[in-house]
């Protein structure tokens, strides 16, 4: 489901939208004046297809959950600490991230 339903303020934007994409084409740009830019966004309006820029960087206004069926229980974007497997640290942040995602499964 999107985060926003109109276009956020930078500190907004950079508090909730989590999921990051590729940099759309300039002809996508509806907004691109602001501290925000705005791509794929006719007409003005914002949903999930829209994609927002903030400090050069993309991001879908989307947000991931996860539900458990049997618990009732809603996860919105689960942490990521392991980037990559070549990163220096890759077991500790693997575990880490092990640990985050079976706190919000079980508490």
Same mark, same amino acid.
């Given at each position: 489901?999107?985060?926003?339903?109109?276009?956020?303020?930078?500190?907004?934007?950079?508090?909730?939208?989590?999921?990051?994409?590729?940099?759309?084409?300039?002809?996508?740009?509806?907004?691109?004046?602001?501290?925000?830019?705005?791509?794929?966004?006719? +007409?003005?309006? %914002?949903?999930? =297809?829209? /994609?927002?820029?903030?400090? #050069?960087?993309?991001?879908?206004? !989307?947000?991931?959950?996860?539900?458990?069926?049997?618990?009732?229980?809603?996860?919105? +974007?689960?942490? %990521?600490?392991? =980037?990559? /497997?070549?990163?220096?640290? #890759?077991?500790?942040?693997?575990? !880490?991230?092990?640990?985050?995602?079976?706190?919000?499964?079980?508490?």
């Amino acid at each position: 489901k999107p985060v926003f339903s109109s276009v956020p303020s930078k500190a907004d934007a950079k508090a909730h939208l989590k999921i990051g994409t590729h940099r759309p084409s300039l002809n996508d740009c509806y907004d691109c004046d602001s501290e925000v830019k705005v791509y794929h966004a006719p +007409n003005g309006v %914002v949903d999930m =297809k829209t /994609v927002f820029e903030v400090d #050069g960087k993309c991001f879908k206004n !989307a947000m991931s959950t996860l539900e458990l069926v049997r618990g009732g229980q809603l996860m919105q +974007n689960p942490p %990521v600490f392991l =980037k990559s /497997v070549d990163d220096i640290g #890759g077991t500790r942040q693997a575990m !880490a991230e092990v640990e985050s995602l079976l706190d919000a499964l079980l508490h």
